[in-house]
């Protein structure tokens, strides 16, 4: 919904865990997305395992891969981005700050 707020056009592909994610990544060999974003705190795997899962894919390997989570511990923050992720964002309080945080990535790169 947030990102149909930022821009209707946007086409969203959507997992209910990091393993269904990185199924649909891989049984779509020629499927390479615009940015892909993952929740720290998912099911059956975190967030730093999908996103390793991601990086090992080399089609996808240059999306930009961005992490989030409602932690903002510095050594988890650190560990998102060492593995690969192009940034990280605590999940903002209310909908409309998050709207704005997804059009603040989308946004610049749509420009282009």
Sequence with gaps: MALRDVDEEI???VADN????LQKLSAQPDFVPSFIFIDMNMPLMTGNQCLQGIKKIDRLS???VYVYSTSSDPHTIAEAKR??????F???AGYQKFV???SAVIK???SE
């Design 11 to 13: 086409s969203c592909t």
């Design 62 to 64: 240059n999306v930009p």
């Design 100 to 102: 704005q945080l997804l």
């Design 108 to 110: 610049p790169v749509k």
């Design 83 to 88: 593995l690969g992720a192009a940034d990280f």
């Design 90 to 92: 605590v999940k903002p």
């Design 18 to 21: 990091g393993v269904a994610a």
